[in-house]
């Protein structure tokens, strides 16, 4: 079956730092990876997406790449606010497939 | 642009009560999915609904159903509340690329977008 697997948290960073959080799926044939966003206390918001190998995803400074030949999907910002304080989820659907099967969640803290 | 509407934002029951959840879809979306979140956890699947017929069954339980509407809205009734129902429910809606179903052709839907979610708290 479908499954996604994301780097561990909590991270907590300083302003200005670098963030990455890897992703990682498995899932046959070519699904669209998704990062969501949940901001505390609010409902799930689609921060970016890829639909095809080496499609970059981008939004807000953040951005991931569609990495078929190490099943990845990393999700990258070079410079963090506090604002982007918030929960993230790696998902992915594959084709003829409704649902969305998301990773664990990766909780970023982003310290002024 | 018009969001994906949930109601009510919050409920609390007793248990083994029933609740009703509404979801409306955002304009033109014909499909509806709806996912339980539990404390600290992912969402996970529950059910969803392409042009008001059930599509896909995940992990819901049999004390739980939905269905969509002509007008698209869905609602999922949930009965016989027990403690561990205690979570945020989100709908989503989306728009299956739908040129070539029916045809026997792979299609893929499209993105997902979500509503604010339902807070439900079973006491």
């Known amino acids: 079956g479908n499954s996604v697997t994301q780097m561990e948290g909590p991270v907590t960073l300083s302003e200005e730092a670098f963030l990455t959080i890897n992703c990682t799926y498995t899932a046959t044939g070519y699904p669209s990876l998704f990062w969501y966003v949940q901001y505390p206390g609010e409902g799930l918001q689609l921060l970016l997406k890829?639909?095809?190998?080496?499609d970059k995803g981008s939004n807000k400074g953040f951005e991931a790449t569609y990495r078929k030949e190490t099943t990845s999907f990393h999700l990258e910002k070079g410079s963090v606010q506090v604002s982007d304080s918030a929960v993230y989820f790696c998902?992915?659907?594959?084709?003829?497939?409704?649902?969305?099967?998301f990773g664990a969640g990766t909780t970023v803290t982003v310290r002024a | 642009a018009a969001g994906v509407i949930q109601s009510p934002r919050h409920l609390i029951k007793e248990k083994r009560e029933t609740a009703t959840l509404k979801c409306y879809p955002i304009p033109r979306h014909d499909t509806v999915y709806w996912y339980q979140q539990g404390p600290g956890q992912d969402p996970q699947f529950l059910i969803s609904?392409?042009?008001?017929?059930?599509?896909d069954k995940g992990s819901i339980p049999d004390r739980f159903s939905a269905q969509q509407f002509s007008d698209y809205h869905s609602e999922l009734n949930m009965s016989s509340l027990e403690l561990g129902d205690s979570a945020l429910y989100f709908c989503?809606?989306?728009?299956?690329?739908?040129?070539?179903?029916?045809?026997?052709?792979?299609?893929?839907?499209?993105?997902?977008?979500f509503g604010p979610g339902t807070r439900l708290t079973v006491l």
């Open positions: 609904f392409y042009e008001k017929m059930q599509s």
């Open positions: 998902a992915l659907t594959r084709i003829n497939d409704y649902k969305l099967s």
């Open positions: 989503a809606s989306s728009l299956v690329r739908s040129r070539d179903r029916g045809k026997g052709q792979p299609y893929h839907t499209d993105t997902q977008y």
């Open positions: 890829a639909t095809k190998a080496d």
